[in-house]
């Protein structure tokens, strides 16, 4: 059974999508740079970890695709940062036969969205936020695991 986990947004915290810090109407950093900083992000993870992380699929797009968000019940794509898609390590059996990949979705707008509203972290550090959330559900990190790997965990 395939498990889909993500890492949303808070509606809370929604303010004008992509209008604040002067974001309006600019593209920003684009899928490669976000994917740059997602490589660095993983050199920067604990030994035992940074192997097995290689193992997965990493996708960067600009937004979800739309039959995910019809298939979450998102109706706001902006909701949607990162995504976790595939079986947790601690659920995985030796029987198991893979559908396909385990795959962490990175989300350039709502990500960039979030980084502009935020305006007291670094872009990196909201990247590499995000892909250790969905690495969390991958692995099967508890909230201190995650808070040694990620100082900004909230």
């Not at 992000?41 to 193992?55: I, K, V």
């Amino acid at each position: 059974m395939r498990r889909v986990l993500f890492h949303s947004r808070g509606s809370e915290s929604r303010r004008g999508h992509g209008t604040a810090h002067g974001l309006h109407g600019l593209d920003g950093p684009g899928l490669g740079e976000i994917e740059a900083l997602a490589d660095a992000a993983l050199m920067l993870l604990p030994q035992p970890y940074q192997a097995a992380a290689r193992d997965l699929v990493i996708r960067i797009e600009d937004f979800a695709p739309r039959r995910i968000l019809l298939d979450m019940g998102v109706e706001d794509p902006f909701e949607l940062t990162g995504l976790y898609d595939g079986i947790p390590l601690t659920e995985k059996s030796i029987s198991d036969q893979p559908e396909q990949p385990d795959t962490i979705w990175l989300f350039r707008r709502p990500m960039l969205d979030e980084w502009s509203e935020r305006g007291n972290v670094s872009l990196g550090e909201m990247v590499t936020h995000v892909l250790v959330h969905e690495l969390a559900h991958h692995f099967g990190w508890s909230d201190d695991d995650i808070a040694q790997i990620d100082p900004w965990w909230e």
